[in-house]
């Protein structure tokens, strides 16, 4: 059994295609990596504002310990009269100075809570020196005079308003927290289901690629056809050219004619209806023309 062979190149036919299959993956995946790296950055953000705010928060909290032990400290030597019982007073007019002056530093991005630590820091240099003038009295054998300033209406309102202030500023600082907390978890759902959904096109168009070369893979194998007969071979089996398309390519198969094989059959169908009508060989010759 004699038989030809014939190769089928898919990629002539179907470049454009296999190009889009591929392309439109990478450009999903370099999508995903976008959206992951933007997600990482909104991350990094955010967690560096809560280290931002929890230290504020920290510095507020350390100040306002610092004022209450500065003026437990006046009261103790007051009554006792011993320099031992200053060290916490000397200590907080040591650390509040730096403590404001960060507090500062880290406020100047954000006017409002900027105008709140200057006040602030002027509420405990008010407070500070009311404290360092009973001192000074209680120095002087003043005492009466020093035991006499530390309950003062002044005294009192600056304490309350140090305290407002600094409870004020750590609820706000609190509620942005909250609220960055919030955004924060809305924007990485929506990174999540846009990361998913292009996951999904991903996978798709990788299932699409290994259909495709499939594909390839089949069209690209050597067809056996009978040189006599026409069919091809299918394993160890014959068959003809519409069984090999609908088992290889699940096509559908009609028949139709050819214009040349129709113009073919006319005539012939003519010169048989003459040889009928006239007997063979008795054609006249206007017929003929």
């Known amino acids: 059994m004699y038989a030809c062979t014939g190769r089928v190149d898919f990629f002539s036919r179907f470049r454009l295609l296999a190009t889009f299959a591929i392309a439109i993956p990478l450009l999903s995946l370099v999508a995903i990596l976008w959206s992951l790296t933007d997600s990482h950055q909104s991350i990094e953000q955010a967690l560096g504002e809560v280290r931002q705010t929890r230290t504020l928060d920290e510095n507020l909290v350390r100040v306002q310990e ?24 000397e200590q907080a007019t040591t650390q509040l100075p730096i403590l404001l002056a960060r507090l ?16 602030l820091d002027d509420l405990v240099e008010q407070r500070l020196g009311q404290l360092s003038q009973s001192i000074g009295l209680a120095r002087l054998e003043r005492r009466a005079e020093a035991i006499a300033s530390i309950d003062t209406g002044r005294s009192l309102e600056i304490t309350a308003a140090i305290r407002r202030l600094v409870d004020n500023l750590r609820q706000v600082k609190q509620g942005e927290l909250a609220l960055g907390r919030i955004d924060l978890e809305e924007r990485l759902t929506l990174d999540r289901i846009a990361a998913t959904i292009l996951a999904a096109f991903d996978i798709l168009f990788l299932l699409g690629i290994i259909a495709l070369l499939q ?3 089949r069209l690209q194998q050597i067809a056996t056809v009978c040189a006599w ?8 089996e014959w068959i003809t050219f519409e069984e090999y398309l609908r088992r290889k390519f699940g096509m559908a198969i009609t028949h139709g004619i050819s214009r040349e094989i129709a113009n073919r059959l006319i005539a012939e169908g003519r010169e048989e209806r003459i040889e009928l ?13």
């Open 215 to 217: 594909r390839v893979f």
């Open 66 to 89: 610092l004022v209450l032990e500065a003026e437990s400290s006046q009261r103790g030597f007051l009554l006792t009269g011993r320099p031992v019982d200053l060290a916490p007073f």
């Open 229 to 236: 007969s026409k069919t091809i071979r299918d394993g160890n």
């Open 277 to 289: 009508d006239y007997g063979v060989g008795s054609i006249p010759q206007s017929r003929a023309k």
């Open 104 to 119: 500062k530093g880290r406020a100047r991005s954000v006017p409002d809570t900027q105008i709140h630590i200057e006040l």
